[in-house]
């Protein structure tokens, strides 16, 4: 059958089924027109709901004298269209274009069949081919190809929209969004053909501000236009170009002042009916805008919050002027104005005094006519500054003469000068006040105590005899008044000691005794462990300025004999013993450690009246330093006839009332007569033989000391000897001892020494085995967990904090070679969870062991201190008393002091957290020990968070970090810790999780993963995670399951509340240890016991010294305080209370976001981070919140994992960002430096090639990561990247070391996608060499080095074959290299033919 027969067939059956259907309407299944995209497929939908027998599609709408061009028969497809590619049939009957040309904009009828030759029907279907336009929205013309953008206009620009190559034409329109729908505003459109496309636009000859200085303009599509070729609409935020710079008439003017360096916040009036706000600064231009839909910043120096608040990040004298936000809701305007000024605070917060220094109040001695002066620096505005005396509480003001000078940086300093006045009195109070005009801010006063010159009033006061035992404490009084002062008189020192003023006390001596002596606010002086050396007399002044008054004492010293009685040869008895001797002999009565000396005599009590008396009475009198020895060696006959004798010996001296001391003995003879002359030969020799023997080690000793010096001498080494002799020699009253005594008396000391040190290291070494032996690697691990420090230890080295070191220091392998520096200041820093506490636990166990190869072998004495525990404890020596030594300890603080000053003593000191330390903000020994004024012979280890430091410190210090966990301490910890079966399914395990290298971040902390190894039968079913809030779920699921396991219990909800509550609030006020006490009154007993029992809550003790009686007497208190066991385990139950707080609906912009300023998001990134994973409504809000923030971009991204659970959520942003140049420059932050290194380590995982990494001044050379890039100041780093194609260190004046130089190269070769390395200003030998040339030269794709040594001025290319830099040209470098290089070379590398004709 031919076409045309097939043709005619069809209009038969037309025919029929219009004859048959008997003029019934057949309802259209063909929606017309119909839309078809160029250059795709198109579908013409026709869908009918029936069996149908044939479709037939004609691209006319004459179907009689026409053939379909696709049909389809029961089934079976043919046509010409269908045959030539360019048409399909669906089998519904809908026409399928395969690619949609220009030519298918036509009409297009379908016959519809239900049965061969039965009833048929045809439809028409326009169909319109469209183009859509080169953007999916309008271009605006102020706005530079962007949908939306801000733009500063006059009203009489005009504004114009365009949509250029579209099909059909598309009708654009001009509004005006309100915050009460939209309002049209008049314009003119025009549409310009273009061959087959079209180009629409829309005109505003004169913007409509109607008199507001904001305007927000769309720009869309009509809504009834179709069809619909534009997703989105245009708007255009325009500012009144003539108001800009001006304030508005009427607007209210606030002028606050901000503190310079602060970052405030100014408030505008932004509700949810604003459409619109920006922000201006007169004479400045506009800084920010926004609207609901995007934000605006012309300024990289401010930030703008969610409610539309203006942020001055870091404010100073340059940010002062008036800024101006206006609000707009389409159709009225509101302002606000501030006209801001900053003030800064000086350095100290009172005036200095010139005779003070720093200090705020002191003494000094003055004479009548001398002059004063104070001074502030460093202020803005200018302070004034009055000089005043006090007197009967009346402030009397002394003339004076004051200077302000500005200085280059826009401060102000300040000087008062005064001349002092006659007074009647011998002390004066003096003032100098400070005041600020607007009171913009406070100083405080400064003090000073002037003790004038010159004839005075004079105290006839008789001194008061004070007797005080050695070594306790001592207290006199002294009356009342405004100024109290204390002054001594001894033989050693003639100074003013304390004062008191108004309330407060001071020292007046600034020698290391100052610290034993406390002044109470009434006068009275405590001498803490009185000495000898104190004796003298002391001398209290008071008055009221106008009057004065003095009280005097003469302090003297006593000392209680040890033992505590008279000894007498023979008798084991104190008070009363009975001697035995055949006959008439000689007895021995002794006193040893007394003082002040005294005298011995013997009496006797019965037996005279039968002749007894005592003859030959000999006195030894020895001086032991401080104290006496005495001994009465008496012959006592006793008569013919006396069977018995009764004898006492007895103390005698100036001062009965010290001592009584007595001894009684009963003498019983059971012998005949004695021969008195045999007797007195006997007693002769007796005392002539130790005489004899004590001669003879005298003349020994001065031998050998002779010898030695002269040998000393002659090497020319005196100072030992000097030392020794130094020693010796005591002070008065030592100075009666002979050379002979003081051998004998060293010697003594010497041995009581020794013994004293063996007792105190024996307690020290029992402290430390305790805490060595009972570590738990997990908390709140059972007895099963339990480990000692050896097993769990694994040394990982630590890294110089090059913040504080030079530039070329190095790193070090071990813990060990801490203890090997010559430095005697060290500080290690980590963050929490790094180990800081186990390295110095394992030091203090190698040195109880006496490890072999340990540097601490060979340490006398090793002082581990846990400084959390110190509550207001600030000597060092109680320090060591109070938590080392047993309760029942004799050694003293004093006695510690003594030993470890000893010049052959090492000691080691560690101090561990300091961060932690409730006194680091006190004055204490800790600070003088390491600014170096105190045990400067000791090597002294301070271990701290990183950054927490003392505020001085010695400038010899060394600065090191503790290293996250290499993949070798990894194993080495898995190896120590677990059986050999146990290790596959542990590092089975760390397969699973280290695909997301978020995850892998967080296992580095030594902490984490050591709970994560531990937890490896709870964790083996656990789904492959990708965020910290998934592997932290799984953890705090670990621990709160222990308490069904172990209780059949489990946590309650309201429980877990109540403590995501009061960690929240500990956060906000960076204080999360809390008293138990408190903590039990708010969880309550049992909620209390379980966290602490599944290891969320830890207690410790803190040493409390309680009230100054206890104190005295030697009680000591101490309170329990509880903490999380992590400050990460904090944040994760502060994130749950947060995230109730962001999900309320009551909480709008406003309220969440000053509820998220408390938060410092670079001090607590994981609680931002387990809020984003916990809730996705808190997540958009977070986000926002830090998207609005200065640099808060790249953390807001990895919040958004924690959300999603997925790196891919985030594929397109770092793809943004990698297309661009990655920076990390010296200023930024560590949180923002750290972000950019993960997310350039997930578009490594994720393959995104990254076009560029740039270090702006910030390259450092890790010596422990030889192929990782380090960045100064954090210890962060960035390891190999595979899809890194440029690579560019700037480092102005830099002089590369060799070890440096490797690294960038070493670094290159493992960067597969690397094509070009720069070494910008940066100050490089002319040669290269080493291994890094060597990786470079086998690297696949070769890569390109530049070196700019003076910008783009000069241009050198490394030959790599020679390792030679050349100038661009092929000049070898060493012609024309700049004069400030280096021209050796550093192990240069010859190329593969030199190495091998070298071979051969």
């Given at each position: 059958m031919d076409n045309h027969s097939v043709a005619v067939m069809i209009h038969m059956m037309t025919l029929i089924a219009s004859i048959t259907s008997e003029g019934e309407i057949q309802q259209s299944n063909c929606r017309s027109p119909q839309y078809l995209e160029m250059g795709r497929e198109g579908v013409v939908k026709c869908s009918h709901g029936q069996t149908v027998y044939g479709y037939y599609w004609y691209d006319t709408t004459d179907s009689s004298r026409n053939q379909p061009i696709?049909?389809?028969?029961?089934?079976?497809?043919?046509?010409?269209?269908?045959?030539?590619?360019?048409?399909?049939?669906?089998?519904?009957?809908?026409?399928?274009?395969?690619?949609?040309?220009?030519?298918?904009d036509r009409v297009y009828k379908l016959l519809t069949a239900k049965r061969q030759f039965g009833e048929t029907s045809e439809e028409d279907v326009t169909v319109i081919v469209t183009v859509r336009p080169d953007e999916d929205f309008p271009l605006i013309d102020q706005c530079s190809g962007d949908v939306s953008c801000f733009a500063q206009l006059s009203p009489q620009t005009a504004l114009r929209c365009i949509v250029s190559n579209s099909r059909p034409a598309i009708n654009l329109r001009w509004s005006l969004p309100t915050s009460k729908g939209t309002l049209d505003v008049s314009y003119t459109s025009r549409v310009s053909p273009s061959g087959q496309l079209f180009t629409s636009e829309a005109s505003i000859d004169e913007i409509p501000f109607q008199g507001n200085s904001l305007l927000l303009l769309e720009c869309k599509q009509k809504r009834d236009d179709l069809p619909s070729l534009l997703t989105e609409t245009a708007t255009v935020l325009i500012q009144n170009r003539d108001l800009a710079q001006t304030i508005p008439p009427g607007a209210q003017t606030m002028t606050p002042y901000y503190q310079e360096g602060s970052s405030p916040q100014l408030l505008c009036d932004y509700s949810e009916n604003t459409i619109a706000m920006a922000w201006r600064r007169v004479n400045s231009g506009t800084l920010a805008a926004k609207t609901r839909q995007r934000v605006f910043k012309m300024s990289e120096d401010v930030g703008l919050s969610l409610d539309g608040s203006l942020i001055l990040p870091d404010i100073n004298l340059r940010d002062e002027g008036v800024y101006i936000c206006s609000t707009n809701d389409g159709e009225s305007e509101h302002d606000v104005v501030y006209d801001v000024h900053t003030y800064a605070i000086p350095v100290h917060p009172h005036p200095l005094i010139e005779a003070c220094g720093t200090r705020k109040v002191c003494s000094s001695v003055q004479v009548a006519g001398d002059v004063l002066s104070c001074e502030v620096e460093g202020a803005r505005p200018p302070v004034n500054l009055t000089w005043s005396v006090r007197a009967l509480n009346d402030d009397l003001t002394i003339d004076s003469e004051g200077t302000v000078n500005n200085q280059s940086d826009g401060l102000f300093s300040s000087i008062e000068s005064a001349?002092?006045?006659?007074?009647?009195?011998?002390?004066?109070?003096?003032?100098?006040?400070p005041?600020?005009?607007?009171?913009?801010?406070?100083?405080?006063?400064?003090?000073?105590?002037?003790?004038?010159?010159?004839?005075?009033?004079?105290?006839?006061?008789?001194?008061?005899?004070?007797?005080?035992e050695r070594d306790t404490d001592g207290e006199l009084s002294c009356g009342n008044g405004m100024y109290v002062v204390w002054k001594r008189r001894t033989a050693s020192a003639n100074d003013s000691i304390a004062f008191a003023v108004n309330g407060g006390t001071y020292p007046m001596d600034t020698t290391d005794r100052s610290n034993r002596f406390d002044m109470r606010t009434d006068g009275t002086l405590v001498l803490n462990s009185v000495l000898v050396d104190d004796e003298g007399i002391y001398v209290c002044v008071f008055g009221d300025g106008v009057t004065e008054s003095a009280t005097m004492y003469d302090l003297k010293v006593f000392a209680v004999p040890s033992p505590p009685h008279l000894v007498v040869e023979g008798c084991e008895q104190q008070s009363y013993c009975v001697l035995e001797k055949p006959s008439d002999g000689s007895v021995l009565c002794s006193v040893h450690g007394i003082r002040p000396e005294v005298k011995l005599t013997w009496t006797i009590q019965s037996g005279t009246e039968n002749g007894a008396t005592f003859v030959n009475h000999t006195v030894v009198r020895s001086i032991n330093r401080e104290t006496y020895d005495i001994s009465l060696h008496s012959y006592l006959r006793a008569g013919r006839t006396a069977e018995k004798i009764t004898i006492q010996c007895k103390a005698v001296g100036p001062h009965?009332?010290?001592?009584?001391?007595?001894?009684?003995?009963?003498?019983?003879?059971?012998?005949?007569?004695?021969?008195?002359?045999?007797?007195?030969?006997?007693?002769?020799?007796?005392?002539?033989?130790?005489l004899a023997i004590f001669v003879f080690v005298v003349i020994c000793i001065k031998v050998t000391r002779r010898r030695t010096n002269d040998t000393r001498g002659l090497s020319g080494d005196e100072t030992d000897s000097g030392r020794k002799r130094d020693r010796a020699v005591p002070d008065s009253p030592k100075a009666e001892l002979d050379e002979t005594q003081m051998t004998l008396l060293d010697s003594t000391a010497d041995t009581s020494q020794d013994q004293l040190m063996a007792d105190f290291v024996r307690q020290l070494k029992n402290k430390y085995r305790r805490w060595c032996a009972n570590v738990h690697p997990i908390p709140g691990g059972g007895k099963h967990q339990q480990r000692s420090i050896d097993q769990i230890y694994v040394d990982n080295g630590l890294e110089v904090s090059r913040s504080h070191n030079l530039a070329g220091a190095n790193g070090i392998q071990s813990y060990e070679d801490l203890f090997r520096l010559e430095a005697k200041r060290i500080i290690v820093e980590a963050d929490a969870g790094y180990g800081k506490s186990s390295m110095v636990m394992k030091a203090a166990d190698d040195w109880c062991k006496a490890k072999d190869g340990s540097p601490l072998k060979e340490v006398h004495v090793f002082i581990l201190l846990q400084m959390k525990s110190l509550k207001d404890i600030t000597s060092f020596y109680e320090a060591i008393v109070k938590s080392l030594l047993p309760e029942d300890t004799d050694i003293t603080k004093f006695m510690i002091e003594r030993l470890l000053k000893r010049r052959d003593v090492v000691v080691v000191i560690a101090l561990d957290g300091f961060d932690e330390y409730p006194g680091r903000d006190?004055?204490?020994?800790?600070?003088?020990?390491?600014?170096?004024?105190?045990?400067?012979?000791?090597?002294?280890?301070?271990?701290?968070?990183?950054?927490?430091?003392?505020?001085?410190?010695d400038p010899t210090t060394r600065h090191f970090r503790l290293t996250e966990f290499s993949d070798k301490a990894r194993q080495d910890y898995i190896h120590n810790s677990f059986q050999e079966h146990q290790s596959p399914a542990v590092n089975e395990l760390l397969d699973k999780f280290s695909v997301s290298s978020i995850i892998n971040n967080l296992l580095k902390v030594p902490l984490f993963f050591t709970m994560f190894v531990h937890l490896?039968?709870?964790l083996k079913d656990a789904d492959t995670i990708e965020s910290t809030t998934r592997l932290f779920e799984l953890f705090m699921k670990i621990f709160e399951n222990r308490l069904r396991e172990k209780e059949g219990r489990v946590l309650s909800k309201r429980h877990i509340a109540l403590l995501s509550k009061i960690a929240l609030e500990g956060v906000e006020g960076n204080e999360i240890a809390w008293p138990k006490q408190a903590l039990l009154r708010r969880l309550g007993t049992d909620c209390f016991n379980d966290f602490v029992h599944i290891g969320i809550l830890v207690e410790e003790e803190e040493g409390d010294d309680g009230s100054s009686m206890e104190k005295k007497i030697g009680i000591t208190k101490s309170t329990r305080k509880v903490k999380f066991t992590h400050k990460i385990i904090c944040e994760w139950y502060a994130a749950i209370c947060l995230v109730r707080y962001l999900e309320k609906s009551q909480f709008g912009l406003r309220g969440y976001e000053r509820h998220l300023r408390k938060l410092n998001p670079f001090e607590l990134q994981y609680l931002y981070k387990f809020t984003c994973g916990m809730s996705s409504i808190a997540a958009r809000r977070i986000i926002q919140y830090l998207d609005s923030g200065v640099n808060g971009h790249e953390f807001a991204l990895l919040c958004k994992v924690e959300e999603t659970d997925q790196i891919e959520s985030i594929t397109e942003d770092i793809k943004k960002i990698c297309e661009e140049s990655v920076s990390f420059f010296e200023p930024s932050s560590r949180l923002l430096r750290a972000s950019k290194v993960q997310l350039l380590e997930i578009a490594f995982q994720l393959k995104i090639p990254i076009k560029s990494v740039f270090f702006d001044r910030c390259y450092a050379f890790f010596e422990e990561f030889p192929d990782s890039l380090g960045m100064k100041s954090n210890g962060l780093r960035i390891p190999p990247l595979a899809n890194l194609q440029e690579l560019e260190i700037y480092s102005p004046g830099h002089k590369m070391t060799e070890g440096e130089c490797n690294n960038i190269l070493t670094y290159a070769s493992k960067c597969d996608a690397l094509v070009e390395l720069r070494l910008s200003k940066t100050l490089q030998p002319m040669v290269m060499g080493g291994d890094g040339l060597r990786a470079i030269r086998a690297k696949k794709i070769k890569c390109t080095l530049m070196w700019l040594p003076e910008g783009d001025k000069l241009t050198y290319f490394l030959e790599q074959e020679t390792g030679r830099w050349k100038l661009e040209g092929g000049r070898v470098g060493k012609d024309t290299e700049p004069s400030s290089q280096e021209t050796e070379p550093l192990n240069p590398v010859k190329p593969e033919a030199e190495s091998k004709s070298a071979e051969a």
């Open positions: 696709i049909r389809n028969e029961d089934g079976s497809k043919s046509g010409r269209g269908y045959a030539a590619g360019e048409y399909d049939i669906q089998n519904d009957g809908s026409l399928v274009i395969k690619s949609v040309s220009f030519d298918h001349t002092l006045p006659n007074l009647n009195t011998s002390f004066a109070v003096l003032y100098c006040t005041s600020v005009e607007g009171d913009v801010f406070e100083l405080q006063d400064s003090l000073l105590l002037v003790e004038l010159v010159g004839p005075r009033p004079s105290f006839k006061t008789p001194p008061i005899t004070n007797w005080f009965p009332e010290l001592f009584e001391l007595s001894s009684t003995l009963d003498v019983r003879f059971s012998g005949g007569e004695v021969n008195e002359d045999s007797n007195l030969a006997l007693l002769s020799l007796l005392l002539l033989i130790p006190m004055k204490s020994d800790f600070k003088s020990i390491f600014s170096g004024d105190m045990l400067q012979g000791a090597q002294v280890v301070l271990v701290t968070r990183t950054d927490c430091l003392p505020s001085a410190l490896t039968n709870e």
